[in-house]
């Protein structure tokens, strides 16, 4: 979801603050201004999460995603037929009448002007929140089944919504993603084994009645109250068909104003706040251009906490251009830190050892997986990666794209997926470029046509010898469903050869909700492919408000992408040597880059990376998305971003 003020690019900043300053055990982590929470949610592995917001809608989705441990059942409504809600609420046909709210306000129905959904979309959230709500009135859902469906809804609005950013306006022509239509993913929930508790509630006063170990503050920054600019999400979250006035169909709210949007009252709410806090480590973040200026808040934390451990961390955030660059021209998002002098009662709960997301049969939210098991794909990573990029890049340069794991992940204006395997991207634009049903279609007609199954060696023996004469990317993603490790590879000759997947490789129900999730992302991004080595993509038309991805094979592994008997180039030490080269070359033109690679594989240490790391930054990954650590066990990789921001 596309929220002012999101912190899902500071994550790993977060935490860096927390691993520096907080030296004993902490069991709990209170998020008091959670947004759409991914402060807590990513947080939620590592302790208790107390969860707040004043919006309501707000307050839904961290009902399902903090307070829930596991995915509902659902019992009763399987008890009455419903097997998959989700489905049923997508499919069901439905009849438009005077009680579609959001169809008569927000949508072009019979000549209204507001153009946030069309009519289609419009009409299936109506059903759909109508419908949710019979079930609870009639008993078939608990409080917890309730909560998670309507995060559902909530979460599935933006991704057809008319709007540039935020519901403070809609488009006057139809975005090309508002005319897909509206599809309901479920919500993945982290199980940490924990009485995760949510309030919607003003922070305030529900200060008061809290304590714990960590407090993390994100308020408002700026004069502009958040319920104007969600204030959709608000009505269909709480349904509760309000007056409207404007032309965008605001909602009145008064009540649920913030008074850190009012200059006037922003630096008493803030010092209320911390006074009031009954929690010995307190993390704040902040714009520079925000309401409150940097003395300000300095003054109020070294007032009420112990001065000696006050912080500040400065993020740079972005520049404004001008021939003569001053102080004032930079623009940075601020840590606080100060630890306050107080014991905090402690909570008999401790995190379990094994910590498993709970995975629903429509997956959606979190990444996206490429359905292409490409080696050394990124998916795993990801949640340590991402953080670490700009939070705004204009242009995005997947330069090793594989699988496209990374670049179908990013935020960006325009993506550039390249690869120097040509069947990979030829795969990549097939996907695009055809229509969903007839992509699936294609494929089911090759399963049935050749018999292909996990079991029919000779089915899928006679079709590779059909691709090998046709080249059909679309043919070639199906014959990798049925191949051994679902993998590419190619002779000398160009002819796939990998051998068949016996009893393992098939086109399962799993992998088709994968494919299908991967085509629907990918026909909402403005991609351009390209196949060419590295060192021909031209970056003549870069600037510094982009990014350059590399993930290229690892020197130091044995891999065999980069062994040079896959029918394309080796990777060896002058290769190696040309990446880097070109990385300093982007460098001095202020280009901001971004390098997967390994320091140590095996007892093996790669010390041309190492040596040419030490002029940029380096940023250690953990496979296990724990702390990470610049010692790695022996047998271990040193796995590793490197970036020149």
Known sequence: MRFIGSKINLLSQIEKVINENVKEEVKSFTDIFSGTGVVGEYFKKDYRIISNDLLYFSYIIQKAKIENNTIPDFKKLKAVGIDDPLFYLENESYSIDSNYFITHNFSPYLDNERMYFTVKNAGRIDFTRITIEKWN????????????????????????SNISGTYGAYLKHWDKRALSDLKLRSIDVINNGMKNRCYNEDANKLIKRLEGDILYIDPPYNGRQYISNYHLLETIARYDNPVLYGKTGLRKYEEEKSRYCIRSEVASSFEDLIKHARFRHIIVSYSSDGLLSEPEIESILMKHGKKSTYRIYKLPYRKYKSKHKQESDELYEYLFYIEKDIDVAKTKESKPKNIKASVGSYKGKGFIKSPLNYIGGKYRLLKQIIPIFPSKINKFVDLFAGGFNVGINVSADVIYANDINTYVIEILKAFRENDLKDILSHIENRIIGFGLSKTNEDGFLKFRDFYNRSKNPLDLYTLVCYSFNYQLRFNNSHEYNNPFGRNRSHFSDELKRKL?????????????????????????????????????PYLITTGSYNDGNRGFKDWNVKQENKLLNLLDTLNGRGIRFALSNVLTHKGDENSILINWAKKYNVHYLDHNYSNSSHNTRKGQSEEVLITNY
């Not at 009135?137 to 991704?159: M, Q, S, W």
């Open 137 to 160: 009135n009639e008993g078939l859902l608990n409080e917890k089944e309730y909560t998670y469906l309507l995060a559902v809804l909530i979460e599935a609005v933006p991704f057809i």
């Open 516 to 552: 299908i999730r991967f085509i629907e992302a990918l026909k909402n991004k403005e991609v351009i492919f390209s196949a060419c080595e590295f060192d021909q993509f031209s970056f003549d038309a870069f600037d510094d408000a982009d990014l350059v991805y590399c993930d290229p």
